[in-house]
């Protein structure tokens, strides 16, 4: 079983999020810091809302946040371009018969928007929303429940993943973990070339 992550992973969509956390900060008079960046960008949807309030001391609900970000991330999810060599190495994968699934920590709704536009839904037999469990993705139970879900054992998963903290999460559990490129990411290239069973700078590499 093959799974996927999406966001920095299949589309290249981690600059929105930077944008919209430095719109979302200027709106409202705040300077944006490295650990408030790290934290948000490691977080699902309701705890990063929750944390931008805490950490900002905001009179806003983390509901509020959360629709102010959403305002400007539809039309962008809307637009959102693949990584290069993505969709056909999907394609790839379909026709040689396996099986694939989707695991991310993404917006269901923004999700769904991107798999729309590039025609991507047919290819995975289940998408599994970190943010339906409840719980963080860097979070090994994201991939054990993932596993139990699909009905497979963790050790026949291999999962593509941007983020250094979710490829640890998902080989703790057994999985193999390939590790894949993207910007937001780039100082952890070196941890995730030694510590993944993989690491690609475009899935170019693999077609």
Not at 10 to 29: K, Q, T, Y
Not at 47 to 66: G, K, N
Request: hydrophobic share 40%; with cysteine; net charge negative.
């Amino acid at each position: 079983m093959l799974l996927f992550d999406l966001d920095g992973t299949l589309i290249d969509s981690n600059g929105i999020w930077e944008d919209i956390d430095l719109d979302f900060l200027g709106r409202h008079g705040l300077t944006p810091t490295e650990e408030y960046a790290h934290t948000v960008g490691h977080s699902i949807f309701p705890v990063a809302a929750a944390f931008t309030r805490d950490y900002y001391h905001l009179d806003m609900t983390p509901e509020a946040i959360m629709d102010e970000w959403m305002a400007g991330a539809g039309a962008a999810y809307g637009q959102v371009e693949m990584k290069p060599g993505a969709k056909a190495f999907l394609e790839r994968c379909r026709d040689h018969g396996e099986s694939m699934a989707l695991v991310t920590a993404c917006v269901p709704e923004l999700c769904r928007t991107a798999l729309r536009r590039h025609s991507l839904e047919p290819f995975f037999t289940d998408i599994i929303f970190a943010q339906e469990l409840g719980l963080e993705k860097r979070n090994p139970e994201v991939f054990r429940l993932t596993a139990e879900r699909l009905n497979v054992a963790p050790g026949d998963c291999t999962l593509y993943e941007d983020a250094p903290h979710n490829c640890t999460a998902a080989q703790s559990v057994g999985m193999k973990a390939v590790g894949v490129y993207d910007r937001f990411y780039a100082k952890f290239q070196d941890q995730m070339r030694r510590s993944c069973d993989g690491y690609i700078t475009s899935f170019l590499e693999l077609l």
